[in-house]
């Protein structure tokens, strides 16, 4: 992944050429101070596209994008220069801040988001760096879209924990984002406020994508007691690991945050009861009968449905998973569960289906499913251990296919259990997928010395794995696995694992990557 670059430019007539014509075209005072950004998308058109309507949106919360231009496969942005310093800085100055400013300063946050949000766009990268605290105390979101286009983080074993911190199950899942995605990062960057660290840690940062999908959280209360059981409410929900069940939109997060920095209502003290009359009257007797039968009657009433009000749930097929999130909001709805399937010639994310129906009636609040574009991810089991045959049932029962079988002779485990698997465990891949095994033959027999060391092949081109381990004296077989993180062509997994003594001949699977995986031609 390319990452992004930017400088700071004064309009003046010998401004570098190129990423700063634009800029210079659309600014006119002589003067006036513009940050460049220059990013290398993945899909150059579609991110100018993007950014054009990130530019349209007017918010004092939201960086403003005042000029773009596209040159062959880099596309520069002029954007308004963000004074102050970005909330990355000030947690590692002060560490966990005060409740009060917790909350402010994430409100501020889930403004900019909601500016976005109308106008059904997902930042996809809210963290403490993205967030600036301006001279005047406000916050600005910055750099909406640009880690996207890029190809997002990297989540793999050997990038590191922090490029995890912040983002949602759904992203490290390779699911499409939705506004609800942007809540739960600012929901990590809440946490991290006030407790002093992140909810997930770990030695990578694929151990902590797999803790965002599946780990419960630790109670903010139970780290800094200091934190109101409202706020801790606020967060858990955003921090939910399904989208239908947090905040579906910055504006619903602002609102629940301005909510409890109002406070509640202290009641005022109790006036002091005259004494008890030595004779009570009967009449609060029948009125307190009357108040209880009436409030059994209305709670008949409402489970019956009596004081539900309904709505007609809005058409939202076609529309992509973040205008669908938007229009189901606006119209008093919630994003109910997201399923996925392929879909022939329509965009990732595209909504294919909705229940209710469009048109129907249902409670205000209700959830509403969808069924959109994209591909069903397995989680691949872990099988090392493992007979054969309980290995295969094993991939078969987690959606997956078992793939090619090897034998070696190996001291790692007994003889007929799995030693090696491809892809590890934990990893995701597309439903169906082969995952090879490597099964052991015990241990190498001492009368056969041709014995030879499987090589290491991951990261290499499959032409050159080929022709290494074929050098080497071995068979290969390729497993091609679609894959966001590895670049088309290459070695992402090899079994058996490299180091293994294996006797010539010995087949060895390697896992090449066919590129991110879609379910429709890249526009």
């Known amino acids: 992944m390319a990452s992004s670059f930017e400088e700071t430019y004064t309009i003046t007539g010998d401004l570098p050429p190129g990423d700063a014509l634009k800029a210079q ?15 290398r998308p993945v899909a150059p058109e579609m991110f100018v596209s993007a950014i054009a309507r990130v530019a349209g949106v007017a918010s004092p919360h939201l960086e403003r994008v005042l000029a773009w231009e ?22 590692a100055t002060a560490g966990a801040l005060g409740t009060q400013s917790a909350a402010a300063l994430g409100a501020q946050a889930a403004l900019g988001l ?66 609800a995605s942007d809540v739960y990062s600012l929901g990590v960057v809440l946490y991290q406020f006030v407790t002093g660290r992140v909810p997930f840690d770990g030695r990578n940062a694929l151990v902590v994508a797999q803790d965002h999908v599946g780990a419960p959280v630790t109670s903010p209360r139970r780290l800094n007691p200091a934190v109101p059981i409202g706020l801790e409410t606020i967060i858990l929900r955003a921090l939910a ?33 005259p004494a008890a009359q030595s004779r009570r009257p009967l009449w609060p007797w029948i009125v307190g009968g009357i108040v209880v039968l009436a409030a059994i009657i209305v709670a008949v009433l409402w489970a019956s449905g009596a ?40 965009l990732q994310g595209t909504v294919l289906s909705q229940t209710p129906a469009a ?33 295969g049932a094993a991939i078969t029962g987690a959606g997956l296919t078992l793939g090619h079988v090897s034998l070696i002779y190996s001291s790692s485990g007994p003889s007929g ?21 490597t099964v052991s033959k015990g241990p190498t027999p001492t009368t056969s010395p041709s014995a030879k060391t499987v090589p290491n092949v991951t990261g290499l081109g499959q032409s050159q794995a ?30 058996p694992s490299s180091g293994v003594l294996a006797q010539p001949g010995t087949t060895v699977t390697i896992v090449v990557s066919t590129g991110a995986p879609s379910s429709s031609p890249t526009p």
């Open 417 to 437: 259990t799995v030693v090696d698997q491809a892809p590890n465990a934990g990893l995701t891949a597309p439903a169906g997928s082969a995952v090879a095994i």
């Open 70 to 91: 596209q040159q062959d496969q880099f596309v520069s942005l002029a954007t308004e220069p963000v004074r102050g310093t970005d909330l990355g800085r000030v947690l």
């Open 359 to 391: 048109g129907a009636s249902a409670d205000n609040g209700s959830a509403v499913n969808l069924v959109a574009v994209g591909t069903t991810v397995q989680t691949v089991p872990n099988v090392i251990g493992m007979t054969q045959s309980a290995a």
């Open 241 to 273: 690991k399904q989208p239908e069940d947090r905040f579906a939109s910055g504006r619903q997060l602002f609102q629940a945050l301005e909510d409890e920095l109002q406070g509640t209502q202290v009641m005022a003290p109790v006036a002091d009861l």
């Open 114 to 179: 909601a500016a976005l949000h109308q106008q059904g766009i997902v930042h996809g990268a809210v963290k403490p760096g993205t967030l600036v605290q301006g001279l005047d105390d406000s916050v600005l979101v910055v750099d909406a879209g640009l880690e996207q286009a890029q190809g997002g983080v990297d989540l793999t074993e050997q990038a590191p924990p922090r490029n995890a911190y912040y983002v949602s199950p759904e992203e490290a899942l390779g699911r499409p984002l939705v506004p």
């Open 466 to 495: 080929v022709a290494a381990l074929q050098g080497a004296g071995f068979a290969v077989v390729v497993d091609q696995v679609p894959s966001s993180t590895v670049p088309n062509g290459v070695v992402s997994d090899q079994t």
């Open 25 to 39: 075209r659309a600014i006119t005072a002589e003067g006036a101070e513009v940050v460049i950004k220059t990013v």
């Open 307 to 346: 004081f539900t009000q309904k709505s007609t749930v809005p058409n939202v097929v076609g529309l992509p998973l973040t205008g669908a999130t938007s229009t189901l909001d606006s119209d008093g709805f919630k994003l109910g569960a997201v399923s996925y399937q392929q879909g022939v010639g329509k």
